[in-house]
């Protein structure tokens, strides 16, 4: 595949990459995660008014630089390859992309919010009976008045914690569509159950009971979020593809360091030949894993089904290259490969996580069959 980069494109990977080699520590990082707010608001900030990143696939009339999916891959990579948990894919893929195509003037107040790094945004979707079917929606919205009231609940909310909007899905009376609203975080009515995930990152459960707000917290028209909702996913599938290309690619340098390193019989491991082929096929899975999230990210502007069929070869892939690359990478470290000492355990932990993200391998592999079934 030949995919080259910009000039400025390859400015904002270097940019990004020297950031979070300069500033961001894994050590601390993971104290934020596990003990703290779940995030580091200082470097948060500094991804909006020191590396623009916020911004950077946002467009110019909200105070972002224009960009699109490529500079999406490149800075989702980048963030992969430190295991930065701050919420980029929620706030700036789902959030930013739902808000930018629903329009109008509270759209574009959030989107500015998105770019001065004052507003976090997680979407709502998932529901106990939905699987990963986002159409499977029981919440409902009515009006009341000038505004609309919200009853339902929502499942394994991913930032939920850490957002200062939440973006939900509901289904209004007699309407065949889904309709997205946007809710404040302390709204009345509205119960956060958050949590920890196995990557060490903050998500909810939420509860919603008779959650009034107004008018404009309709994104875009009733019963008309359908389709924005399918292209974001596909969008967060290609970001999360990419931040998994970084952890790979960074799993994998680590792996072929330490097997240059390790001494066994008098000799580093990285010497004896099954260890080798271990890591060819390593190399082999990421390489594959790569291609297939560049498809994707070309893809994005596609039409639907196309667009579609790309994302779920694209999350196959990857989820069966994460799963490889992982398990054989913490194996070659021994017992070592699981201690919080080690990064490798961190990233372990994280591509587990990605391989079920916005759904698994089996998920996948049926939507794309059913997507190049004959009519």
Known sequence: MDF???????????????????????????????????????????FADEVGILGASLPEEVGGFGGGAVETLLIAEALGGALVVEPYVDTV??????????????????????????????????????????????????????AWVLDGAKVVVTSAPLATHLLVTA???DASGLSLFVVEADAPGLTQH????????????LVLDGVR????ALLGTEAGADDSLAR?????????????VGGMRKVLADTVAYAKQRRQFGVPIGS????????????????????ATYLVTLKLDAEPGERARAAAAAKATVARAARFIGQHAVQLHGAMGMTEELAIGHFFKRLTAIQYEWGSADHHIARYAALTRPN
């Open 272 to 291: 004896f030949q099954v260890l080798q082929h271990r890591m060819v096929d390593m190399h082999l899975e990421l390489e594959q894993a790569i291609a």
């Open 213 to 216: 707000v107004p008018a404009d």
């Open 4 to 46: 080259e980069f910009t000039a400025e494109q390859q400015l904002l990977r270097d940019t990004v990459t020297e950031f979070l080699a300069a500033r961001y520590d894994l050590e601390k990082s993971r104290a934020a995660a596990r003990l703290g707010a779940g995030r580091q608001p200082e470097i948060w900030r500094a």
């Open 171 to 173: 289904r209004t009376p």
């Open 93 to 146: 893929v789902l959030g930013g992309g739902l808000l930018r195509r629903a329009g109008g003037e509270r759209a574009t107040e959030l989107l500015r919010g998105i770019v001065s790094g004052t507003v976090i945004t997680a979407l709502a979707a998932l529901e106990a009976d939905s699987g990963y079917d986002i159409t499977r929606v029981a919440t409902t919205a009515r009006r009341d008045g000038d």
């Open 194 to 205: 958050p949590y920890r995930t196995i990557d060490e990152r903050r998500a909810a459960d």
């Open 232 to 244: 974001a996913v596909d969008e967060a599938i290609a970001a999360i593809a990419a931040e998994a």
